[in-house]
């Protein structure tokens, strides 16, 4: 299954791939599907888990945390990602004997891809041959499809391939056949795999040759807008699940299945192209968990879990470009009396005011604005000159003091700690600086802005404000 990244920064997210085109097709006809898949436990592996579902799958995933997160490829056009393809790494390891059992109890046919490991494609080789139903295999890739030649012999394998992988295996398999010659190629295939081979021609319909050589022709019934032959991509997967469905469901001979399949390809794909709602759905559900994960609820900045994945990120740019990074720690001074005098709600309004102050001030795409937690905010800041950052903690220390605050009738007070990073110096080390500044800048009366010096500061147990310096402005 495959995940499809329209754009980073939206997230737009919809399903496609070799499974998820099998199985929503089935499902369409009516079909009961099992899904048996390895991945690893993740946010993203239970929406695919949750998009199963919604389709009336029946999922069995084996969790694991040995495997590997879904890949990551990009495809660009003048600069810009156009689209990005995750893929879940189900060739890494092998599907679970008992997995295997639980999942075909009351099924009369399995279908495989090759993306699995050849080790998952023996075993599942192995249980259709032991209930002796059918296992159709698609090729996926011409490298993938190299796999099928492991399962040659297999008694009631049936295997679906285009041309281009159709040729890459008979290279792999060590016999040739002429460039152009598809029909060849099928015949020489049927013969050393011992099973029928389906062989894809794109616009040219699709050539079914048996283990007996028994050849048939199938003309292509597409008839679509020649602008979106992309579309035909997915093409070869509705083949199989089509004739999949005609052959076993329907019980029409194979030949008949292949020949019938390919007048709901151009109707499938026209569907499958129009069809937004699920990608929409899945939007959705993306977004919502992704706010969920990095975001602030209350003031919609970015949570402290997400904050420090961002600083870690932003210090690793800024060693790279032996640029300056700058952290200032904030603190809501005597927030615990307001939140007691007013409430909760009205405690509430203050910290979002507050966020919205900062946000006003902070504004290029390099400042990372973070809710730490309660009454504290953390900014942080590229590629300024300490003095500068000092500035604009003044800057905003008395903007806040200026601004009245209807909720409460008055304005409110931030102390502000201020830290400059070395280069190479840990997060843990500046935020502890920063913290440090902003605890003495506390003891020192509140309503002030104290920077901490470029230097590794003293215990906290021993810290006066002879080791910190004073924002004065001017």
Not at 134 to 147: F, I, Q, T
């Amino acid at each position: 299954m495959r995940g499809v990244i329209d754009k980073p920064g939206s997230i737009s997210i919809s399903w496609g791939g070799t499974a998820f085109n099998i199985m929503s097709h089935l499902c369409e006809r009516g079909a009961q599907v099992n899904f048996l898949s390895i991945l690893r436990e993740s946010s993203l592996s239970r929406l695919i888990q949750h998009a199963i579902e919604n389709f009336g799958v029946r999922p069995y995933i084996d969790y694991r945390d040995d495997i590997p997160e879904a890949g990551f490829s990009g495809h660009l056009v003048n600069g810009e990602l156009y689209d990005a393809v995750a893929s879940c790494p189900v060739d890494v390891a092998a599907l679970k004997e008992d997995r295997i059992r639980e999942a075909l109890v009351g099924c009369v046919a399995i279908i495989a891809d090759c993306n699995l490991s050849t080790e998952s494609l023996t075993r599942l080789g192995a249980a259709a041959r032991e209930r002796d139903i059918p296992l159709y295999v698609a090729g996926v890739s011409e490298a993938k499809c190299l796999k099928l030649a492991h399962l040659a012999g297999h008694p009631r394998m049936i295997a679906f391939m285009n041309r281009r992988e159709a040729a890459a295996l008979a290279g792999y398999m060590e016999f040739t056949a002429p460039p152009d010659s598809s029909i060849l190629t099928a015949s020489k295939l049927a013969r050393n795999l011992e099973c029928p081979v389906v062989v894809t021609m794109d616009k040219n319909g699709a050539i079914l040759c048996t283990a007996d050589q028994q050849i048939s022709r199938h003309k292509s019934r597409t008839r679509l807008d020649p602008e979106k032959n992309h579309c035909l991509s997915g093409a070869g997967d509705l083949l199989l699940a089509e004739t999949v469905w005609l052959h076993r469901s329907q019980g029409t001979p194979l030949g008949d299945a292949v020949e019938l399949a390919q007048k709901v390809i151009p109707e499938a794909l026209e569907r499958q192209e129009g069809c937004s709602v699920r990608a929409n759905v899945l939007d959705e559900a993306f977004s919502f968990i992704t706010r969920m994960a990095d975001q602030d609820p209350l003031t919609k900045l970015l949570n402290r879990r997400a904050g420090m994945v961002r600083m870690e990120h932003q210090a690793q740019l800024m060693d790279r470009f032996s640029k300056s990074m700058s952290v200032m720690f904030i603190d809501i001074d005597r927030f615990k009396t307001i939140n007691d005098r007013f409430g909760h709600a009205v405690g509430d309004k203050v910290i979002q005011a507050t966020a919205r102050l900062l946000g006003q001030l902070f504004r290029r795409s390099s400042d990372l604005i973070i809710r730490w937690g309660g009454e504290e905010f953390v900014v942080v800041t590229c590629d300024i000159p300490m003095p500068d950052v000092c500035a604009l903690a003044e800057q905003l220390r008395a903007q806040a003091e200026q601004c009245e605050l209807e909720a409460v009738g008055r304005s409110i007070t931030l102390s502000i700690g201020v830290a400059d990073r070395a280069l190479g110096e840990s997060l843990d080390s500046l935020i502890e600086r920063a913290d440090e500044a902003l605890y003495a800048a506390k003891e020192g009366g509140r309503n002030r802005v104290l920077c901490a010096p470029h230097k590794s500061p003293p215990s906290r147990a021993n810290l006066s404000l002879d080791s910190l310096y004073e924002h004065a402005p001017g």
